[in-house]
Each structure stands twice: as structure tokens, then as C-alpha cells.
């Protein structure tokens, strides 16, 4: 035991001589490992370092490169010419023949309003248009007779006022042919060369002869009259015509009374004025409808385009044809290209119903919004006024 006791305490003593000459052998190559791990720990997180700023690189840079040659517009919506059909005549709905959603060709009937009474209405007009050209062809007779009749007394004046001056003119020479004599044997007579008898006989001659000028003078001046008369009666011609030409306007006023009616007749048959589709109906068949009764609203679904605000911050850097890249919210998946056609005069707040007055002096500048169209093309039939879609506009291409 003794031995074994004394074993262990010459182990211990090495031991103990030892330690102070190992220790500082172990505490170097302790250092050395610690700053092994330290440098490379050191490399590494330079190394994430890097590769992190890299990565931040890509990602951030197209979307810094975009927001700088694109403008975001995140509040459009798509729209369309909406129709609103109203009714121009008063009358019962007879039949509305479309629902919403129908596709409608241009000329398809889409509602019909009673016509009875514009249907009797127009007949009436008929006949009374029948009645004025009647009382015209009854004038127009009576106008070709008096205008006969006219034509021959003219020509009977005419041939007694031609027989009446030749008639003159034979008396006339004949009172010529009396006078003569009359001298002549009145001479002779002053001679008592001739007897008294003869010198009577010449002067009843001459005075049959001035009576018969005399009266064939009246003739001619009966003949003019006559044939004044005669002319007088032409007159007649133009008062038929006057006639004939205020029944002409009288059924000219009628004619127009009727073209009225047959518009009027038209529009009770409501046809579409365009391909489209139905959006809404207001009406049912039974409805009595006045002039601008809202029937019916549709819309062309091949024409729709996109109403956006740009911030007026942004609005100079739209322009005129630049293409446009739209999102709509219904399909995310879809991509549907466009193009600005026009671009706003006014700010939006311009045309609010209620003013912004600034009475009290307190004034808050707030970001106004300017209106711009893009025009874009149909997908399929997808695209539906109203809904609302993502733009964002290239200000650099």
C-alpha cells in the first residue's frame, strides 16, 4: 500500500511539473483556431452581404426602371357608349321583346307601342286628302270648260268686229260714192241742168249712205264690247286657278299632317339603331309610356375604351398615342394592350356638382386628377363597361 501511495504522488508531481510548460502551447492553438473561424465567418457574411446587395439589385431595379418610364393608374374602369332608348310618342306598351343580356343586329324590333289610334288617325288625313284633290279636279274641269267657252266667244268677237269694220269700210266707200254724186248733181242743179227730182233722189241717197256709215261705226263698237266681254270672262280662269292653288295648300298642310302621323306611326315600332346587347330594361308590356319614358338601355360591346384620372403631377408626362399596358381586375391573367387618343382640358374637380369655395382663407392643396382615353380592342367579349382595371402608361416609348 505504501508503495502504491507513494506511485501516485511521483504521477502527481509530473503532472503538476508539467502543467505551466503545456499551457501556453494550448492557449496559442486555441487562438489560432478561434481566429481561423473568425475570418471565415467574416468572409461568408460579406459574402451574404454581396450576394443580398445583388439580389436587392435585380428585384428593385426593374421596378425603379418602370416607375420611372411608366405612370401607374390604378382607379380606371372600362366604358362604352350606353344607349338609354326612350319613348317619343305617348301610348301602352304593346310588347317588349328583349331582356337584358340579348344580343341584339340593327333593326331588331325591341319594343312595340299602340298604333290604333295614330293608324286611324292616318286614314282620316287620307280622306281628306281624297276630298281636296276632288274639289282640284272639279275646279279643273270647271276651268277647262270657262276656258273653252272663253276661247270661242273670243273668236266669235273677233270674226263680228273683222265683219263689222268691212262692213264699215263699205259704207264708208258708198258714202263716198253718195257724196260725190250728191255735189255733182247739186252743181247741175245750181245750172238748171238737172231737174229737182234727181237732185232729191242724190241727196236721199247720200243721207242712207251717212246713216249706214254711221251704223256700221256702231257695229264695230259693238263687236269691241263684245269681244271686251268676251275677254272679261278670262278672268274667271284665274280665279279657279286661285282657287285651285289654296286647295293645293290646303292639302300640302294635310300631306305634311300625314307625314307626321306616319313618323309618329314609326315610333311605336322601337328598333335598334346598332349591333349591341341589352343592358337593362325599365318597362313592362301593359305600361302606358309618355314622350321620354325610359324604355331600355344598350350598349355596342365592340366599342369600349378606358376613362383613367392621371395625377396632374403626372399628366405632362402623357402624351398622345402612347402605348398602355392594362390589367383587368375580373381576369388578372389577362393582358390587354391600348393606346391614349385623348387627353383632358379640365380637372375632374371642375366638373363636381358642389364647388370647393375657400371662404375662410384655410387652404389644403390636394393633388388634382385630369382625365385621359385609351382605346383598347375587345377580348372575346370579356371586357364590360364598369369594370375596373389597372393601367399603367409608357411616357418614355
Known amino acids: 500500500m505504501d508503495k502504491v501511495v507513494e506511485l501516485r504522488k511521483d504521477e502527481n508531481e509530473q503532472v503538476e511539473r508539467l502543467k505551466p510548460e503545456a499551457a501556453p502551447a494550448a492557449s496559442e492553438a486555441v487562438k489560432r483556431r478561434a481566429s481561423g473561424r473568425s475570418m471565415r465567418g467574416g468572409r461568408a457574411k460579406l459574402l451574404v452581404l454581396v450576394v443580398g446587395l445583388v439580389v436587392a439589385g435585380l428585384v428593385i431595379w426593374p421596378w425603379l426602371a418602370h416607375r420611372w418610364s411608366h405612370v401607374a393608374i390604378n382607379d380606371s374602369r372600362i366604358a362604352a357608349n350606353l344607349v338609354t332608348v326612350g319613348s317619343e310618342v305617348s301610348g301602352r306598351v304593346v310588347s317588349i321583346d328583349v331582356i337584358a343580356g340579348d344580343q341584339v343586329k340593327k333593326g331588331d324590333l325591341l319594343a312595340s307601342i299602340d298604333s290604333e289610334t295614330a293608324r286611324l288617325e292616318l286614314s282620316a288625313l287620307d280622306a281628306q ?72 233722189e242724190a241727196q236721199a241717197t247720200l243721207s242712207t249712205a251717212t246713216e249706214q256709215e254711221k251704223s256700221s261705226a256702231a257695229a264695230i263698237m259693238t263687236a269691241r264690247a263684245n269681244l271686251d266681254v268676251a275677254r272679261s270672262e278670262e278672268a274667271q280662269i284665274a280665279v279657279l286657278d286661285r282657287q285651285i292653288a289654296v286647295l293645293e295648300s290646303q292639302k300640302a298642310a294635310l300631306v305634311a299632317q300625314r307625314g307626321q302621323k306616319e313618323v309618329d306611326l314609326g315610333r311605336r315600332e322601337i328598333r335598334a339603331q346598332f349591333d349591341g346587347v341589352i343592358d337593362s330594361t325599365f318597362i313592362e308590356a301593359g305600361e302606358y309610356v309618355g314622350p321620354g319614358t325610359r324604355l331600355l338601355i344598350y350598349h355596342d360591346p365592340n366599342v369600349i375604351w378606358i376613362d383613367a384620372n392621371v395625377k396632374e403631377t403626372d399628366f405632362g408626362r402623357v402624351k398622345l398615342g402612347a402605348p398602355a399596358a392594362v390589367t383587368v381586375d375580373a381576369y388578372p391573367q389577362l393582358k390587354v394592350s391600348g393606346k391614349v387618343t385623348r387627353v383632358g ?53
Open 345 to 397: 382640358e379640365a380637372a375632374t374637380s371642375q366638373f363636381a356638382l358642389l364647388p370647393s369655395p375657400n371662404p375662410s382663407g384655410n387652404f389644403t392643396k390636394i393633388t388634382q386628377r385630369l382625365p385621359i382615353r385609351i382605346e383598347i380592342d375587345q377580348q372575346e367579349g370579356l371586357l364590360r363597361p364598369g369594370m375596373m382595371v389597372e393601367v399603367s402608361v409608357d411616357v418614355v416609348n
Open 129 to 200: 286628302i281624297e276630298g281636296v284633290n276632288a274639289q282640284q279636279a272639279q275646279l279643273q274641269a270647271q276651268q277647262d270648260m270657262v276656258r273653252t267657252q272663253v276661247a270661242a266667244k273670243l273668236a266669235a268677237g273677233e270674226a263680228q268686229l273683222t265683219a263689222a269694220e268691212a262692213n264699215h269700210r263699205a259704207s264708208q266707200a258708198s258714202l263716198t260714192n253718195a257724196s260725190s254724186r250728191f255735189e255733182r248733181v247739186n252743181r247741175l242743179a245750181s245750172s238748171k241742168v238737172t231737174s229737182e227730182q234727181t237732185l232729191e
